[in-house]
């Protein structure tokens, strides 16, 4: 009986992650591996996505939470990031690290955040590149 439940349920096509938002009294179902960035605009967030972009009522924390089961990371109180689309991490002289993300946008990681960078990066790389870097506030 196991056996046949299991045959059925890979038969199923999985359906990819959809999520609701209300943009210009529509509501739109995107798929959340396909959001670049996140940022934040007074009252507002710019959602932006691979193809368009949305202004959305909404806080950044509460997209940040919504977003995280999908790989997306904060790494500045009005920037959240889909980690899929960072190119480059770059450490500056001054030890600021900036991202760059795929089409060449840059966000500079301020040190509140900066132990999310530690964490994402740790995750992609075995050993620990960012052993050196800070993450309490100076």
């Not at 991202?99 to 301020?110: A, D, H, P, Q």
């Amino acid at each position: 009986m196991e056996a046949a439940t299991q045959a059925q349920n890979m038969s199923i096509p999985r359906q990819a992650p959809r999520m609701a938002i209300k943009t210009r009294g529509r509501i739109l179902f995107i798929d959340p591996r396909e959001i670049i960035a996140v940022e934040a605009e007074r009252n507002y967030v710019l959602l932006q996505h691979r193809t368009s972009s949305h202004l959305l009522r909404e806080s950044i924390s509460r997209m940040a939470e919504r977003l995280e089961p999908y790989g997306f990371v904060r790494i500045h109180r009005s920037v959240v990031i889909n980690t899929s689309y960072v190119e480059q991490i770059q450490r500056w002289p001054n030890g600021e690290y900036v991202l760059r993300i795929r089409g060449g946008k840059e966000y500079t990681v301020t040190r509140t955040y900066r132990k999310n960078l530690k964490l994402m990066a740790n995750s992609w790389i075995p050993h620990n590149v960012f052993a050196n870097v800070r993450t309490e506030a100076c």
